[in-house]
Nanobody
Framework: QVQLVESGGGSVQAGGSLKLSCAAS?????MGWFRQAPGKEREGVGG???????IYADSVKGRFTIWKDNTWNTLYLQMSSLQPEDTAMYYC????????????????????WGLGTQVTVSS
């Protein structure tokens, strides 16, 4: 069982930046960020795996950057040029299957989930 703890959420004005972190309690392979806005379904933001895969949702390409530090089992999400439509609860997800690889940003790709951190962007 892997526990995930997100941090770094907060409130910013449009055009601002935030950096989220997700610390894992054990080994992880695939890790990703998802978000859920009020009244909407949870959607993938981006993900990585230990084989080099890196996937972004079209809505965040060029604005968000994801990277993973395997030394500290931590996933990061640097968000820039934030817009009000980026307002959501952001969740970290992970799996620990060493043989798997990330091909799509789907919830089913991940076994473990954090409790989320809120990001609010005001206009």
């Amino acid at each position: 069982q892997v526990q995930l703890v997100e941090s770094g959420g907060g409130s910013v004005q449009a055009g601002g930046s935030l950096k989220l972190s997700c610390a894992a309690s054990g080994y992880t392979n695939k890790m990703g960020w998802f978000r859920q806005a009020p009244g909407k379904e949870r959607e993938g933001v981006g993900g990585v795996d230990n084989w080099g895969a890196l996937i972004y949702a079209d809505s965040v390409k060029g604005r968000f950057t994801i990277w993973k530090d395997n030394t500290w089992n931590t996933l990061y999400l640097q968000m820039s040029s934030l817009q009000p439509e980026d307002t959501a609860m952001y969740y970290c997800a992970a799996d620990s299957n060493r043989r798997s690889s990330l091909s799509r940003l789907r919830e089913a790709e991940f076994d473990y989930w954090g409790l989320g951190t809120q990001v609010t962007v005001s206009s």
